[in-house]
């Protein structure tokens, strides 16, 4: 990591707001540990942050920022930010969406996400598109719930829909297995393990198919601060390290 990437996150973490409580997030460094696997949060308080580098492409990384406030007594807005690429390539996602508590055992929400990718050397003329996204999250038990979630893809023509469903089981109070399939451009599974270790420490592991990789990652919370670090093993392009920091207050 160069050392103005070192002052991206140094910045960022300038802003977040004091006495907060830590909130795992989607696409963030623990999701990445755990295969790919999205495992959704509803009604929290957090501010988050990430950087993941981008292949074997020293050049080439992805920032993002993420924050989610409660609005109402059942629902939180969350909104997201990245940026992948360097000073002649970029895409750029933008997302909001808002996701309120049915019920004791059912959670709902939907997102717009706005995708702008180009260069900066005009050779590929800039192109946006405005996404849909509609998830759901129903806890059965104290151990077991179940995700799914589908969204639009406007940039493909002949796979204009996106598709995932998962579950999350929890054998023992300190273990979770989580396993998720979802439908793009084709069709991917997504396996992780994470084992808690005295409340504080997370260890983790977990595959994605299509193409194959694997992944692996630590964690460690504390009060109202936690850090995560994974890295992602891909078959032709090597290891992809990510980092999150989060809070919720």
């Not at 992805?62 to 940026?83: D, K, Q, W």
């Not at 399939?181 to 808690?196: I, K, N, P, Q, T």
């Amino acid at each position: 990591m160069r050392r103005n990437e070192f002052l991206f996150l140094f910045l960022l973490c300038l802003t977040f707001p004091a006495g907060a409580q830590f909130a795992s997030v989607p696409a963030d460094a623990r999701s990445c540990a755990l295969g790919g696997v999205r495992d959704y949060v509803d009604g929290s308080r957090h501010v988050s942050i990430d950087y993941r580098h981008g292949f074997m492409l020293s050049e080439m990384s992805t920032r993002s920022i993420e924050a989610a406030f409660p609005l109402g007594r059942m629902g939180s807005v969350v909104a997201r930010y990245s940026h992948f690429g360097d000073h002649d390539y970029a895409e750029q996602q933008a997302s909001a969406g808002y996701y309120m508590s049915l019920n004791d055992w059912l959670s709902m929400g939907v997102a717009g996400r706005y995708l702008r990718l180009g260069t900066s050397d005009g050779h590929y003329l800039p192109q946006q598109w405005l996404a849909l996204v509609v998830a759901a999250k129903a806890a059965l038990s104290p151990s077991l719930y179940f995700t799914g979630q589908t969204g639009t893809r406007p940039w493909d023509e002949e796979r204009p829909w996106q598709m995932s469903i998962g579950m999350g089981y929890r054998p023992v109070n300190h273990l979770l297995a989580l396993v998720e399939v979802e439908s793009e451009d084709r069709l991917r599974m997504h396996c992780g393990a994470e084992y808690c270790y005295r409340e504080h420490y997370f260890l983790r592991a977990g595959f994605s198919t299509a193409p194959l990789a694997l992944s692996f990652g630590v964690g460690a919370r504390f009060g109202n601060y936690s850090i995560d670090i994974a890295a992602a093993d891909y078959q032709t392009l090597g290891i992809t390290p990510q980092i999150s920091l989060a809070l919720w207050f």
